[in-house]
């Protein structure tokens, strides 16, 4: 599902040897994750009865948080797009072919992820009402309910009922509260977000506390906190938290240490060089350093890979403004959602309707930057966290 945090296998972290005959907990996730790419590899050929057989031994082996997940996206890794006739034929077989009555919490499960990835949001939605009604083996996937009424209504309050009632099914599913703190977040309920994520952390060891130390981190770096953030952050990639090296570049940015913020950013792009919020940070400091060429290739390639990355084309917009190529700016000026400029256009009494100049565009695409503080993703849940309106 988009917006998911799973992706690529987490890297191992440096870890005891485990007794002889048994594995080490990084081994045994890096396993399960193995069983979860072949499970994956079954759905896309549409064997679907073995594919989620296989899912069921998983879940039978104690899967961590990271784990269980990834389970909830049964068609690949990544959300990258499958193609559109596949999806409609496993569609048409979860129809037309039921699964044994034991893994029908699996076919639910599915077709909301298909439902989604269709754009069929509505569907998707009072689709996950099914998952409601599964037995508490299967509570992780009512997660998916919470993630929609979070992203796509807007229901914060709704979605934390959602999340805790994962979590009394499976309470080690720790990423349920940090859902929960992202949305006291979004109302603007700042100090129980933190405190939420203060009690996440110290219960976890290894890569968990690592990735929840990243989440965290995120957070203070959206609220402009990035001293904070910095320490977390830092902690967190100590750590193998693997995405923390991006959101760690961002706050040295911010910091003002580019260079550093840098070096981080190409070593963590160099691993993942499909990171979309990666490649929005390290083209805007290439594009403040006045590096032009080197920015455009980051931007360019944040904007061919969807997801309407409007912070690309504000950084994009300002490049090209830059270079005096203004038929460029005003294209990428006119993709930034009309909600957000309208409020700028309000907050800094500027009006493009009647005064249409490039030096306007560029103090408002300016305004969004600074308004959107250590923030770089287009989610449209997360505008209450920095688009301060009336």
């Not at 000026?333 to 907050?347: E, I, N, S």
């Not at 103090?363 to 966290?385: F, T």
Request: some cysteine; aromatic content about 10%; charged content about 30%.
């Amino acid at each position: 599902m988009r917006g998911m945090r799973n992706g690529a296998v987490p890297e191992a972290a440096a870890a005891q040897p485990a007794p002889p005959g048994l594995l080490t907990a990084d081994e045994h996730r890096n396993r399960l994750w193995k069983e979860i790419e072949v499970m994956r590899g079954l759905v896309r050929e549409k064997r679907l009865e073995k594919a989620f057989s296989l899912g069921e031994s998983i879940l039978d082996r104690e899967p961590d948080a990271e784990t269980i997940e990834a389970l909830m996206c049964p068609l690949d890794a990544d959300a990258r797009e499958l193609p559109p006739d596949l999806m409609y034929d496993l569609l048409t077989r979860l129809k037309t072919k039921p699964l044994p009555r034991a893994l029908r919490p699996w076919q639910s499960l599915m077709r909301v992820n298909l439902l989604e990835r269709l754009a069929r949001t509505e569907e998707a939605f009072l689709a996950t009402e099914e998952l409601c009604r599964m037995p508490a083996r299967y509570g992780w996937m009512r997660t998916l309910r919470g993630i929609m009424l979070t992203r796509i209504r807007f229901a914060y309050r709704d979605a934390e009922s959602d999340f805790r009632a994962v979590l009394r099914s499976i309470p080690k599913f720790w990423k349920a509260k940090a859902y929960i703190a992202e949305d006291a977040l979004c109302q603007g309920e700042r100090r129980r977000a933190f405190k939420t994520m203060d009690e996440v952390v110290p219960a976890l060891k290894g890569y968990a506390a690592a990735a929840a130390l990243g989440w965290k981190g995120e957070m203070r770096l959206w609220c402009g906190d990035y001293v904070g953030a910095l320490r977390d952050l830092t902690e967190s990639v100590r750590g193998n938290g693997h995405m923390s090296m991006c959101w760690r570049g961002a706050s040295l940015y911010k910091l003002g240490r580019p260079k550093q913020a840098l070096a981080e950013l190409d070593a963590y792009l160099e691993k993942w060089n499909c990171d979309q919020e990666g490649l929005i940070w390290r083209g805007e400091i290439k594009r403040r350093q006045g590096r032009f060429k080197e920015a455009m290739q980051d931007l360019d390639a944040a904007v061919r890979l969807r997801n309407t990355p409007f912070w690309a084309h504000v950084n994009r917009g300002l490049a090209l403004a830059a270079q005096r190529d203004f038929d460029g700016m005003w294209a990428d000026f006119y993709v930034v959602p009309g909600q957000v400029m309208a409020f700028f256009q309000w907050k800094c009494k500027i009006s493009i309707e009647r005064d249409h100049t490039p030096a306007n565009a560029v103090k408002l695409l300016e305004a969004v930057l600074e308004a959107g503080k250590g923030l770089r993703r287009s989610d449209c849940y997360l505008y209450p966290v920095w688009l301060d309106r009336p």
